[in-house]
């Protein structure tokens, strides 16, 4: 299942547009043009799904002319409300 998803950096007004290539409760696979930094704290957004999650990248690897990015979720995913931006709702 592919999906577009948006990482925002915490604490930074860098945003990255990905395409996920795999979700489950504990992290996600992305695909990236930009590299993003293992340790660093995102926050994952995917409209499609109305989900939004928190966590670390754990890898970033150089995949042909992308990156290939795999998240690991802090917690649980949360609905997200389209109405408003970055907002995290009780699931």
Known sequence: M??????????????????????NDFGVQLRSWKPLDPGTQVVVKIASLQLIGIGRVRRCTPSGFHYAVGVE???????????SSWTVVAA
């Open 2 to 23: 592919r999906f577009q998803a948006t990482v925002g950096i915490l604490g930074s007004k860098s945003v990255a547009r990905t395409t996920g290539e795999d979700i």
């Open 73 to 83: 979720f802090n917690g649980p995913l949360r609905r997200w409300d389209l109405g």
